[in-house]
DNA sequence: TTTTGAGTTGTTCGA
DNA sequence: GTCGAACAACTCAAA
């Protein structure tokens, strides 16, 4: 009796709409959780945006993601009585058409605070508040409000050990919110498939490996977070900088589209912590790696065009190469050195790569090779299922020298010395340069040194089955470390 | 306001 | 093999 009275009632009155963006998940979420609490029927609604100029447009792998995601979130509201409405085109004019077709009082959505999707939101609350409509916004990506945390003269923090003091000086952030157990749902409104989107490759369809690699969705990274805890925590401190090891968590594609929201890897792991004391030496280390996406996101909005602008402008007299050559011999993975051409194969296939790896792979480009650390920031973009927008160019700057924090300009990574260090058996190169597999752990960092039997009993013929090095490393050395000096002599 | 100390992730060289 | 110093200077944050 009173069930029926309540949905009466519901029924009765007009939807809400949930704009989904970056949070593709139905636990933790702050616009999801207000309007399922108005009791009213919600519409989940995502906008696949190709049109604003105000948003980057996806990469191709993250794009991939981005299809499998949605599909992830759509079972996930089926499940709970609601379905996902899936349009396409200009975020405003499109939430405009749905509230106009379901008679919607409001729109909740979760905050990305940045200002791109920021200038593109306050476009989507002026049509809708001209239409009549009430916006209702949650903050929701990041741990703290860019806008509370201030240096001197009002900037952001640009230092990361600061930052993160001041970030932890905030205490916890909010307990994570229940999914909701049901949403009342409205019936039928028109949405596209997620194929319809055209996200998923299809000749040459790239994404075998990512399928195979890849376990997308909320489920999957609470999943992924529970395991790591659980078991990988203990040893992350020590082991986070093998690739040859399995002891990160992964979680980075699943932030990425907020599948997972950085307060439930918070409280997780303090809890975990807690629970385990032997782990809270690993979580402390993973959480502040939590720190630098947080310290990157916040950088981002403070520097909108960090993708495209040096933060230390000195760094725009830099003499840059163009090698379109060595570029491509980069993107590919065939540069010669194995440690590099493993991480860029393991990229391709799988649209990751180690984080350790990442900055040898990074350090060779810009400073071996004198490329603009902006291609390889695009080529990252594209092809990593993480891509950030302010992870990605945070990191490539920091490795280039012109970020925040910076890496001093002489740090430039011996990919030989890095190899030996990190992947000391040479099972991460094995695995990704099979060319290379019957080399022996002494050589396999760097074949060019074997003696001609050497290579031989392994099968490996320099410059034809494996390349030899692009540059030679003490030459690529002194010539960055010459491109450097130049910029404190050219002012 | 001025001063002071510090700043994710390295490499090389020479003792 | 191991160890410490040099590799620069600057910007940043906080006392």
Redesign the pocket.
């Known amino acids: 009796m009173n069930e029926r009275s309540q949905d009466t009632k519901t029924m009765a009155s007009n939807p809400v709409i949930v704009w989904f963006r970056e949070s593709l998940r139905v636990s933790d979420h702050p616009a999801l959780h207000a309007a399922a609490s108005s009791n009213a029927p919600v519409v989940c609604c995502f906008v696949y945006d190709q049109q604003s100029p105000e948003l980057r447009p996806l990469g191709g792998a993250t794009g991939w993601w981005l299809a499998q995601s949605l599909r992830a979130l759509r079972a996930e509201l089926r499940a709970m009585g609601a379905d996902l409405i899936i349009r396409r085109g200009p975020a405003d004019e499109v939430l405009g058409d749905v509230v106009r077709e379901t008679n919607a009082g409001t729109v909740f959505w979760n905050d990305v605070a940045q200002s791109g999707p920021r200038a593109l939101a306050e476009r989507v609350e002026a049509a809708l508040g001209a239409i009549g409509t009430v916006s209702r916004i949650f903050p929701d990506d990041l741990l703290v409000d860019p806008a509370q945390l201030r240096?001197?003269e009002g900037?952001?923090?640009?230092?990361?050990?600061?930052?993160w003091?001041?970030v932890l000086a905030c205490g916890d952030p909010p307990k994570p919110l229940p999914a909701p157990a049901r949403l009342a749902s409205a019936p039928g409104f028109s949405s596209l498939s997620v194929d319809d989107l055209g996200l998923e490759p299809t000749r040459p369809d790239w994404a075998g490996g990512l399928r195979e690699t890849w376990q997308v969705g909320e489920r999957a990274a609470q999943a992924r977070l529970a395991e790591f805890l659980d078991r990988a925590a203990r040893t992350y401190a020590a082991d986070r900088?093998r690739p040859d090891i399995a002891a990160t968590s992964r979680l980075s594609p699943h932030l990425r589209f907020g599948e997972i929201s950085p307060r439930q890897i918070w409280h997780a792991a303090r809890f975990a912590a807690a629970e385990h004391p032997a782990f809270a030496k690993g979580i402390d280390k993973f959480l502040?790696?939590l720190g630098?996406r947080e310290?990157s996101r916040h950088l981002l909005y403070d520097h909108p065009d960090l993708a495209t602008r040096n933060l230390?402008p000195?760094f725009d007299a830099f003499p840059w190469t163009r090698d379109d050559a060595a570029l491509a011999a980069w993107q590919r993975g065939r540069t010669g050195y194995p440690i590099v051409d493993a991480g860029m194969r393991e990229l391709w296939h799988t649209g990751s790569m180690h984080?350790?790896v990442r900055?040898v792979v990074a350090s060779l480009l810009a400073k071996h090779l004198l490329i603009d650390w902006r291609h390889g920031e695009q080529w990252f973009w594209d092809t990593l299922v993480d891509a950030d927008p302010g992870s990605n160019p945070a990191?490539w700057q920091?490795v280039a020298g012109s970020g925040?924090?910076a890496?001093?300009?002489?740090?430039?990574?011996?990919p030989v010395?890095?190899g030996e260090?990190f992947d000391p058996d040479g099972t991460y190169v094995r695995r990704w340069v099979p060319e290379l597999a019957r080399l022996p752990a002494g050589l396999i960092h760097q074949p060019w040194a074997a003696k001609p039997l050497e290579l031989a009993e392994a099968g490996v013929t320099i410059g034809r089955s494996y390349p030899a090095p692009i540059i030679d490393?003490?030459q690529g050395?002194e010539r960055a470390?010459a491109a450097y000096?130049s910029l404190?002599t050219s002012d």
């Open positions: 240096g001197k900037r952001g923090l640009r230092v990361f050990t600061p930052f003091k001041r900088d502040t790696e630098w310290f230390q000195s984080n350790r900055m990191s920091w925040a924090d890496a001093p300009y002489f740090r430039v990574f011996n010395l890095q260090k490393h003490k050395r470390l000096a404190r």
